[in-house]
């Protein structure tokens, strides 16, 4: 039902920053919690951001904590993650998630929970 389309990664140095977008073709999008989740090269894929309805509640990893930023503009459909100080660990496909919510101010860090996901956009942090 909702298709999701990133957009923003590339390669960036040690310290560097990038900004992601995801852009949902959905009529509904705001009655869906939105995730940013990556997966790097030999491991699973795992949470990294968060962000409930109301742009207002949000989570994040604490790998990622104090440098990255998640945002959505329900208006124009689409949910942004900034990332700040990026490591080399950072380096992985990035993937925007969609999660219907009855509540806004509810928000989802389980993999298996999401049912809808974008294709992913790579990121790769190297000096």
């Known amino acids: 039902q909702v298709t999701l389309v990133e957009s923003g990664g590339g390669l960036a140095q040690p310290g560097g920053s990038l900004r992601l977008s995801c852009a949902a073709s959905?009529?509904?999008?705001?009655?869906?919690?939105m995730g940013w989740f990556r997966q790097a090269p030999g491991k699973e894929r795992e949470f990294v951001a968060a962000i409930a309805r109301n742009n207002i509640n949000k989570n994040y990893s604490d790998s990622v904590k104090g440098r990255f930023t998640i945002s959505r503009d329900n208006a124009r459909n689409t949910v942004a993650l900034q990332m700040n100080g990026l490591k080399p660990d950072d380096t992985a496909v990035y993937y925007c998630?969609?999660?219907?919510?009855?509540?806004?101010?509810?928000?989802?860090?389980?993999?298996?929970?999401?049912?809808?996901w974008g294709q992913g956009t790579q990121v790769t942090v190297s000096s």
């Open positions: 998630a969609a999660h219907w919510s009855l509540h806004s101010n509810l928000h989802y860090s389980l993999v298996e929970t999401y049912e809808y």
């Open positions: 959905e009529r509904t999008f705001s009655r869906y919690a």
